[in-house]
C-alpha cells in the first residue's frame, strides 16, 4: 500500500518536534551556514495505515523551494519520492522556478536518490561540514559507509 501525502499542520508541531529530533538527534538542521529547526517549517508528512512513514520540510526563498529535510522510513517502498513530487508541485504552486537541497559528500544513497529523481550537482561546498559542526556538534566526524563527513554538495532541479 502506497503512502498517503498531506500538508504539515499546526497540530502536527508537537509531534514533528519529537520526530525531528529521533531523527537528526535534535531540533536543528544545518545546511549552508544556516541553521533550521525543521518542525516549524512547511512541510508533508507521509502516512500509512494510520503512522507517519516519512516528512519533508522546506523553505521558499523567492522563486526557489529548498528541501531542508526528507525522510522515509522504511526507504525503497516509495515514500521518498512521493514527499519530493509533493514537494516539486508545492514549488509549482508558489511559482517556483527550482528547487534545491542540500546533502553530504558521504550520503550516495541519497545522491542516487535525488539525482534519479531530476537534480543535478549544483554546488560542492568542501570543507563544509565543520562549519556546520561548529553550529551543531552533534554532527559525525564519519558517515555512511564509513566516509568521513567533509563536504556539502548542493543540488538543484528545475520546476
Do not use: S
Not at 501525502?5 to 531523527?23: C, I
Amino acid at each position: 500500500m502506497t503512502a498517503t501525502v498531506r500538508a504539515v499542520t499546526p497540530r502536527d508541531r508537537a509531534a514533528l518536534e519529537r520526530l525531528v529530533r529521533d531523527l537528526w538527534g535534535t531540533n536543528i538542521v544545518v545546511g549552508h551556514g544556516t541553521v533550521f529547526e525543521p518542525a516549524t517549517l512547511a512541510g508533508f508528512l507521509a502516512e500509512r495505515d494510520g503512522r507517519t512513514v516519512g516528512l519533508l520540510t522546506y523553505v521558499v526563498d523567492g522563486d526557489v523551494l529548498e528541501i531542508v529535510t526528507v525522510d522515509a522510513f522504511p526507504p525503497v517502498a516509495g515514500t521518498g519520492t512521493a514527499l519530493m513530487d509533493a514537494a516539486v508541485a508545492a514549488a509549482r504552486a508558489d511559482g517556483c522556478r527550482r528547487v534545491v537541497l542540500t546533502t553530504t559528500n558521504d550520503n550516495l544513497d541519497a545522491l542516487r536518490f535525488y539525482q534519479r529523481r531530476g537534480f543535478r550537482i549544483a554546488t560542492v561546498r568542501p570543507g563544509a561540514v565543520a562549519a556546520a559542526r561548529a553550529l551543531k556538534p552533534q554532527i559525525p566526524e564519519t558517515g555512511a559507509y564509513g566516509i568521513p563527513m567533509r563536504d556539502e554538495l548542493e543540488l538543484e532541479r528545475d520546476v
